[in-house]
Each structure stands twice: as structure tokens, then as C-alpha cells.
């Protein structure tokens, strides 16, 4: 019975399982950027993405008040206030050890007290509460360093994406680079669908000589290596004056976008019902008219299809960008760009580059998830008769 025709296969479950463990490979890395781009760069630097709703221990540096800062209490000169409030820190944090000297960060428990010698006697509690006491005046100037191994509550913030967003610096904003890629992206999405519309209806059921040539040609050209034409383009571009600049840019993208765009809308037209097309070449219809009231809205889950691969190659591109958007002031520079030069001026500050990584996958996700319904159908196009 196993062999009989629409009988689910004994493999059913290996097959889901690869299913599921190529989304989890996909979601966590996505779902942790996400969150990182909400955590501090001292919660990043002390304990992963998937501990972020969970307290954490980290090791911090903190002084306490100066001399400046002593009243006198009967015979003793005594400093107090809290560690964490005085040293700009998290006051949730709870003090697990502490300690003077980096030799032993762990000398002390919580309500102990430290003997400075001379300095005076030391006591910290576990909110960080501090009482710095001395027989004579104190004359220290920075204040006592306290060793701290304290344990911090999970901390979220938008701080990150309004430095990020907002900042109104040339080297840590996005917001520029955002709107350039936008620029980019969308005319080199729209122009190659629409050249392409044309050329697939075309080589689909228009009669002309070398038909077949071409489509052998579009064929061909689908495993040309981009990086091949970028020089000679680069160097056509530069001689009719319109390189370096978003039309450049643009139609080099198109060029390159477009041998995928015709191959596969040309594929799904070929697969529509022929009957249509006679019918209303019957009634009257000019070839234009055809293409633009019946074959444009059935042909819809294609152009969507390709509309998503084109979207996500230009958002995601660096290397045509590099080749034929090059500027210097940064007036055209695109995220992906951005993000290299991040990587060289805050290569040590996560939180600011995963916040600027998940601002330049945001929109592809937007886009992906709102047309994924055609994606499939797009790509099957052609594929069974």
C-alpha cells in the first residue's frame, strides 16, 4: 500500500524536519540581532542575546566620593553616597562582592568593612550604599576604587536607534544612508521589471525572426559573472559622462538584473492560456492591448517574484555600489556602505553595529513577509505543463 499513487511517503517527518531546522537557522541569528540591538554595550559584552531577560554578572570599576565631598560626624570625617549613583551606573544592580585592590576583587561581602590604613575604613552594602570613614581629614582628591562584581537586571533601550536614526553625526547615522538606499533601490527595482514585462511578452507570443536566438541568449547570459562586466561598464559609464552617480548606478543594475527578469516572467507567460490571447486578437485587440489589460494582471505573481530577488539583491549590494557609487562627502553613500565604515570607526561598540544591522535587514524582512505568498508561485512559473 506504501507504493500506491497519492500515499504520503515514510519520509514525511525527515523532510519537516529539515524544513525546521533550516527556519531556526535562519530565525535565531535574525531574533538575536533584534534584541541586541536593544541592549547596552555592558550587557552585550557580559553575557548573550538569550540571556537577555535574566540578571547577569559583571565586574565594574566605580570610585567613591572625594575629599570634597566629607562631613564631619563627632571625631570622624566620613564621605557616603551610593556607588552606582555617583558613577552614572544601573541603581538596580545588587553587589554580590567587592573589593579595593584589582589583586582580589572578591575581598569583601556585601556589609563588610575594608581597612585603608591611612585612608580610612571602608564599608559597602549590597545596593551599593557607601560609607568611607577616617579618623583625620581626607585629602584624596579622586576618591577610593572600588572593585565590584554586582548582578544587573535586564536592561532595555532605544538609545541605540536614536544614535543610530538620529544623531545627526556623519559617521554614526543611518538616517542618510537609509534614504539613499531607498533611492537606489527602488528605480533599480521598477525599471528592469518593466524593461523585462516588454521583452517577455515578446519572446512569449509575438512571431519574429531570431526569437529563439534571443532566448537562447537571455539563457546564456543568466550565468555571466557580474564581476566580469563591472570594468568595461564602469569605463562606458565614465565615457558618456554617468558614472560615479545614481544613474549609473541604476542602470547597472538593470543590466544586470535583467537576463533573471526576462527569463522568468517569460516563463509564466508562455504558460497562460493561449485561448485568451486568440480571443481577444479575435475581438480586435492590439498587441499593446493585450499585454497591458489581460497579460500585466495575470503575470502578477511573476513580477512580484522577481520584484522581491531584485529588491533584496539591491538593498543587500556592496560591490556595485562600491564600483559606480563612489563619494567621497558621503551624500550618496547606501547602508551597506555605512555599515563597512562603522565596522572601522565602531568596530568595538556592538550595540551600535547590530543596531545598524537589523535597520538594514528591516525593510527586506517588511518586504519579503508581504509578498512571500507570490514568491513560490513566481518561481515554479513555466516549470510544469
Same mark, same amino acid.
Given at each position: 500500500?506504501?507504493?500506491?499513487?497519492?500515499?504520503?511517503?515514510?519520509?514525511?517527518?525527515?523532510?519537516?524536519?529539515?524544513?525546521?531546522?533550516? *527556519?531556526?537557522?535562519?530565525?535565531?541569528?535574525?531574533?538575536?540581532?533584534?534584541?541586541?540591538?536593544?541592549?547596552?554595550?555592558?550587557?552585550?559584552? #557580559?553575557?548573550?542575546?538569550?540571556?537577555?531577560?535574566?540578571?547577569?554578572?559583571?565586574?565594574?570599576?566605580?570610585?567613591?566620593?572625594?575629599?570634597?565631598?566629607?562631613?564631619?560626624?563627632?571625631?570622624?570625617?566620613?564621605?557616603?553616597?551610593?556607588?552606582?549613583?555617583?558613577?552614572?551606573?544601573?541603581?538596580?544592580?545588587?553587589?554580590?562582592?567587592?573589593?579595593?585592590?584589582?589583586?582580589?576583587?572578591?575581598?569583601?561581602?556585601?556589609?563588610?568593612?575594608?581597612?585603608?590604613?591611612?585612608?580610612?575604613?571602608?564599608?559597602?552594602?549590597?545596593?551599593?550604599?557607601?560609607?568611607?570613614?577616617?579618623?583625620?581629614?581626607?585629602?584624596?582628591?579622586?576618591?577610593?576604587?572600588?572593585?565590584?562584581?554586582?548582578?544587573?537586571?535586564?536592561?532595555?533601550?532605544?538609545?541605540?536607534?536614536?544614535?543610530?536614526?538620529?544623531?545627526?553625526?556623519?559617521?554614526?547615522?543611518?538616517?542618510?544612508?537609509?534614504?539613499?538606499?531607498?533611492?537606489?533601490?527602488?528605480?533599480?527595482?521598477?525599471? $528592469?521589471?518593466?524593461?523585462?514585462?516588454?521583452?517577455?511578452?515578446?519572446?512569449?507570443?509575438?512571431?519574429?525572426?531570431?526569437?529563439?536566438?534571443?532566448?537562447?541568449?537571455?539563457?546564456?547570459?543568466?550565468?555571466?559573472?557580474?564581476?566580469?562586466?563591472?570594468?568595461?561598464?564602469?569605463?562606458?559609464?565614465?565615457?558618456?559622462?554617468?558614472?560615479?552617480?545614481?544613474?549609473? *548606478?541604476?542602470?547597472?543594475?538593470?543590466?544586470?538584473?535583467?537576463?533573471?527578469?526576462?527569463?522568468?516572467?517569460?516563463?509564466?507567460?508562455?504558460?497562460?492560456?493561449?485561448?485568451?490571447?486568440?480571443?481577444?486578437?479575435?475581438?480586435?485587440?492590439?498587441?499593446?492591448?493585450?499585454?497591458?489589460?489581460?497579460?500585466?494582471?495575470?503575470?502578477? $505573481?511573476?513580477?512580484?517574484?522577481?520584484?522581491?530577488?531584485?529588491?533584496?539583491?539591491?538593498?543587500?549590494?556592496?560591490?556595485?555600489?562600491?564600483?559606480?557609487?563612489?563619494?567621497?562627502?558621503?551624500?550618496?553613500?547606501?547602508? #551597506?556602505?555605512?555599515?563597512?565604515?562603522?565596522?572601522?570607526?565602531?568596530?568595538?561598540?556592538?550595540?551600535?553595529?547590530? #543596531?545598524?544591522?537589523?535597520?538594514?535587514?528591516?525593510?527586506?524582512?517588511?518586504?519579503?513577509?508581504?509578498?512571500?505568498?507570490?514568491?513560490?508561485?513566481?518561481?515554479?512559473?513555466?516549470?510544469?505543463?
Amino acid at each position: 500500500m506504501s507504493s500506491i499513487a497519492g500515499s504520503k511517503s515514510g519520509l514525511t517527518w525527515a523532510v519537516h524536519l529539515s524544513v525546521l531546522a533550516l *527556519v531556526l537557522l535562519w530565525l535565531f541569528p535574525t531574533v538575536g540581532l533584534f534584541i541586541s540591538s536593544f541592549r547596552t554595550a555592558d550587557q552585550i559584552s #557580559t553575557s548573550g542575546w538569550w540571556n537577555a531577560l535574566f540578571p547577569a554578572e559583571q565586574g565594574l570599576v566605580l570610585r567613591t566620593g572625594t575629599a570634597a565631598d566629607q562631613v564631619q560626624d563627632g571625631n570622624l570625617f566620613v564621605v557616603s553616597g551610593n556607588l552606582f549613583a555617583d558613577n552614572d551606573e544601573n541603581t538596580d544592580a545588587t553587589i554580590s562582592t567587592w573589593g579595593t585592590s584589582s589583586r582580589d576583587i572578591s575581598a569583601y561581602e556585601p556589609g563588610e568593612t575594608a581597612d585603608l590604613g591611612d585612608d580610612g575604613r571602608l564599608t559597602v552594602g549590597a545596593n551599593g550604599d557607601y560609607r568611607l570613614e577616617s579618623d583625620a581629614e581626607l585629602t584624596s582628591r579622586r576618591g577610593e576604587r572600588v572593585f565590584v562584581t554586582a548582578k544587573t537586571p535586564p536592561e532595555f533601550t532605544l538609545q541605540n536607534y536614536e544614535r543610530i536614526l538620529f544623531s545627526g553625526s556623519t559617521t554614526d547615522s543611518m538616517a542618510k544612508a537609509f534614504f539613499n538606499t531607498l533611492t537606489v533601490t527602488i528605480p533599480a527595482t521598477v525599471i $528592469p521589471i518593466v524593461i523585462a514585462a516588454f521583452a517577455a511578452y515578446a519572446l512569449a507570443w509575438m512571431r519574429f525572426p531570431g526569437r529563439a536566438l534571443l532566448i537562447a541568449a537571455v539563457v546564456a547570459l543568466l550565468v555571466v559573472p557580474l564581476q566580469l562586466a563591472l570594468i568595461p561598464l564602469l569605463r562606458l559609464h565614465l565615457g558618456i559622462g554617468i558614472g560615479k552617480g545614481y544613474l549609473g *548606478v541604476w542602470l547597472a543594475h538593470t543590466g544586470f538584473g535583467l537576463p533573471l527578469a526576462v527569463y522568468l516572467l517569460r516563463n509564466y507567460m508562455v504558460g497562460l492560456p493561449r485561448d485568451i490571447i486568440e480571443n481577444a486578437k479575435v475581438d480586435g485587440a492590439t498587441d499593446f492591448q493585450i499585454f497591458t489589460k489581460i497579460i500585466l494582471p495575470l503575470s502578477f $505573481p511573476a513580477l512580484a517574484s522577481f520584484a522581491i530577488f531584485q529588491f533584496l539583491w539591491t538593498w543587500n549590494d556592496l560591490l556595485v555600489a562600491k564600483v559606480f557609487l563612489i563619494d567621497a562627502t558621503g551624500e550618496t553613500t547606501v547602508m #551597506t556602505n555605512q555599515i563597512v565604515e562603522l565596522l572601522g570607526t565602531r568596530g568595538g561598540n556592538w550595540e551600535i553595529l547590530a #543596531t545598524a544591522a537589523f535597520v538594514s535587514i528591516a525593510v527586506p524582512l517588511v518586504v519579503f513577509f508581504a509578498m512571500q505568498r507570490y514568491l513560490v508561485r513566481g518561481l515554479l512559473a513555466g516549470s510544469v505543463k
